[in-house]
């Protein structure tokens, strides 16, 4: 299988194609690099050839980074020693850019080297980036869908193959923090006025203006500004007086940024402090074993297996059932609220006729103004323009007008979250839509299977969960009744991929998975503020072991009033088994104060005018005293893990979730379980199933049953199982 093309034209240019089959758009294998590295010593050999572009076959995209399954198979490849395996391997990667880097020239003159330039056509991602930064001059086709940048560090990795190194001597620390630390990506002409590559041109001119600029490059043209003499890091080096502040400053952000759980962005900006104070080839070894040091690290390879594997199996369909293409092409949205606004914005982005419904004309108007004023902040930002605005506001119908529905394949109801109104609107609009028309439900709590029972064709009905806001947000639930047959699961699927985000599908339940597992969590710090825990340590230990929102910021962003609305039903549902006396306690008192979350600026946190938070509120320790003796750290940081942990141990023990893949990406990207752990089930993998109930077993006996360890666990831990070993995928295992 050929991935890189080589052919030399009578101008003497040899042009690298880099087109990998089956795919499309380029990912780099070690093949691939074995032949791009042959067809390099082949143009430097020959002496009619004057020049080098690399470039891409794919219409529209250079590469999108590198196939992760590669590095698996480094390390796998390593037997006793998978350091060396990967170290060495990495090796390889910068001596063939290396090599792309010096082109031949005389290592003591600087002169001699054929002249490299990549021609990129559009997005261009990780080592593919990595590749055109060793390249001498880097051409972009003015492609404004087209992406540039090193996005590594979004999925537990940094840029391994010289991206870091060179991005920092290029650029200087502070210049590349953005792109190495925050994996920011930008369009074509931003990653010129940024310094990411060197022109912008018309796509037709793409290849001729490289090559002609291959033609009458000079030497100096072809020697990088590190490998000259005298070359000084722009910003400074760590001991220079501006560098040295830039290093400490950096060191900062990143531990204020991911307190210090992610060990990425440590090893990082180890490879870049490290790398600034030895000549550029030693960085390159330096950056290799920092690199190697994370690809080893359980954090890193749960983050890859979970954000990159499992997630793009699941935007592929992997739990999708036989059956017919089930694209979307008219969807009709019932509720023009904040949910239905949200559900009709990202479907008329999509591309889908919209039909989007309400009680009264002003409301349904309503809703789609919110996609309008979405539209303009996009144009203000240059990510829209009033093209694009006309375009999709024109696919969006807002009326009252039931026979307005007529020709849709799918309904997404978002109407109040009432059996008795969402029963009543499943009927008036099944009396107008298509019998094959599928009818979804948008619901966070009430079950699939009772709302069903409204509807003439229960297996064409199940629930789809959007998260607020729904365009913000990348996961959605779906959910299936006891009676949803395979074509609704289809349809949902095949929708969520053409919105453009990520799909999990679960089993009818209470609080089907996300909603299960992150209700816990909430109350377990509620319950905490009723013993006399001090609000500060319990959501700065969240946020230490990697939550984004503490659980008391989370439910003043959610309201405290729609707590209390859950809290009622889901009492009324269990009676004496209910098990949240005590987080009723903090939770009534404060709706009874008026203190509903950040919508009525007052809550568990204290706000201004403009609705910024400003503390915690000072009000809670005068009716909940703080102890005298507060818990540790790590005691208040499993409370708040097992909480959500152990919920996700029982649903897929009781069949609700039934792909472990499914429960990891949904946590990460529902309500953001410690992303660096790869989520619930990986993180138990972690410890081991063996200290995880020995932990369970020691909260049970301090603070009551609702710790218990789930049958399923302890077997595993008896047998010395994993999640993953027992339940994953063979070719899911952590990279």
């Not at 789609?368 to 303009?376: L, N, P, S, V, W």
């Not at 969402?422 to 019998?435: C, L, N, P, S």
């Not at 023990?653 to 089930?681: K, M, N």
Request: with cysteine; proline share 6%; charged share 25%.
């Amino acid at each position: 299988m050929t991935e890189f093309h080589y052919e030399t034209g009578a101008d003497g240019v040899a042009v690298i194609t880099w087109d990998l089959p089956g795919k499309s758009m380029n990912v780099l294998t070690f093949e691939g690099l074995r032949e791009l590295d042959a067809h390099i010593d082949t143009a430097l050999a020959d002496e009619a050839v004057k020049g080098v572009v690399i470039t891409s076959g794919k219409p529209g995209s250079f590469a999108g980074g590198m196939d992760l399954n590669v590095l698996a198979d480094l390390k796998n490849a390593a037997g006793d020693n998978p350091a060396k395996g990967i170290f060495d391997g990495i090796m390889q990667m910068h001596g063939v850019l290396r090599k792309i880097e010096r082109a031949g020239m005389d290592p003591k003159t600087l002169k001699g080297a054929k002249p490299i330039a990549c021609a990129l056509p559009g997005t261009t991602m990780g080592i593919g980036y990595e590749i055109a930064l060793a390249c001498h001059r880097i051409f972009a086709a003015d492609n404004p869908k087209g992406k540039i940048g090193l996005p590594e560090i979004m999925v537990g990795l940094f840029p391994g193959a010289g991206g870091t190194t060179r991005l920092v001597r290029k650029m200087g620390a502070m210049a590349a923090s953005p792109y190495l630390l925050e994996g920011k990506t930008v369009e074509p002409k931003k990653a010129k006025s940024a310094g990411l590559v060197d022109e912008v041109v018309e796509p037709e001119d793409l290849l001729e203006k490289a090559k002609e600029w291959v033609l009458s490059a000079k030497d100096a043209d072809c020697v990088k500004p590190w490998d000259q003499k005298g070359y000084k890091m722009p910003g400074g080096a760590p001991y220079h007086p501006a560098g040295f502040m830039t290093f400490v400053g950096a060191s900062a952000m990143v531990n204020g940024k991911t307190k210090g759980v992610y060990p990425a962005a440590k090893a990082l900006l180890s490879a870049v402090y490290e790398g600034a104070l030895v000549p550029f080839d030693t960085a390159l070894k330096i950056e290799a074993r920092w690199f190697t040091n994370v690809i080893l690290n359980s954090s890193s390879g749960a983050m890859i297996r979970s954000l990159f594997l499992n997630k793009g199996a699941l935007e592929k369909g992997a739990n999708r059932p036989e059956a017919p293409d089930q694209t979307v092409k008219k969807v009709g949205v019932l509720g023009a609220g904040m949910m239905g606004a949200g559900i009709t914005l990202v479907s008329a982005q999509a591309g889908i006729e919209v039909v989007l419904l309400d009680q009264s004309q002003d409301a349904a108007d309503k809703g789609k103004a919110y996609t309008a004023t979405y539209m303009d902040k996009g144009i203000q930002r240059k990510k829209a323009t009033p093209e694009k605005k006309e375009q999709v506001l024109s696919l969006i119908t807002a009326t009252t007008d039931y026979a307005a529905l007529a020709g849709c394949d799918l309904i997404i109801e978002a109407v109040f979250e009432d059996p008795g109104v969402k029963a009543e609107v499943t009927q008036a609009v099944e009396a107008v839509i298509d019998e094959d028309c599928i009818f979804a439900t948008n619901t966070s709590t009430l079950p699939i299977t009772m709302l069903s029972k409204a509807s003439k064709r229960p297996e064409q009905f199940i629930g789809i969960h959007f998260f607020s806001p729904v365009e913000k947000m990348m996961l959605v639930e779906i959910i299936k009744g006891k009676a949803t047959g395979d074509r609704a699961v289809a349809k949902a699927l095949d929708y969520v991929r053409q919105i453009r985000k990520t799909p999990i599908v679960v089993n009818d339940a209470r609080f089907f998975y996300a909603n299960r597992c992150i209700i816990p969590y909430i109350n377990e710090g509620i319950r905490m503020v009723a013993e006399g825990i001090t609000p500060p340590l319990v959501e700065n230990a969240a946020k230490l072991v990697g939550m984004p929102l503490g659980p008391l910021q989370l439910v003043d962003e959610t309201s405290i009033d729609l707590g209390v609305k859950i809290a009622k039903a889901t009492k009324a549902a269990m009676g004496d088994a209910y098990p949240d006396d005590a987080v009723d306690e903090v939770l009534f008192w404060m709706a009874d104060q008026g203190r509903l979350g950040r919508k009525s600026n007052a809550g568990f946190y204290a706000y201004d005018d403009k609705g910024k938070r400003t503390g915690l509120w000072d009000g809670l320790a005068a009716q909940f005293p703080l102890a005298d003796t507060q818990p540790e750290v790590t005691e208040v940081q499993h409370r708040l893990l097992f909480a959500q942990v152990l919920e996700a141990v029982r649903a897929l023990d009781e069949g609700v979730l039934t792909d472990i893949r499914e429960g990891d990406v949904g946590a990460i990207l529902g309500w953001g379980f410690a992303p660096w752990s790869g989520g619930p089930f990986s993180w138990l993998d972690m410890i081991g199933a063996a200290k995880a109930v020995e932990i369970c077993d020691g909260l049970t006996e301090r603070h009551g049953p609702r710790f218990t360890t789930p049958p399923l666990l302890r077997e595993m831990a008896e047998k010395g199982d994993t999640f993953y070993g027992r339940f994953g995928p063979p070719a899911q295992a952590a990279a």
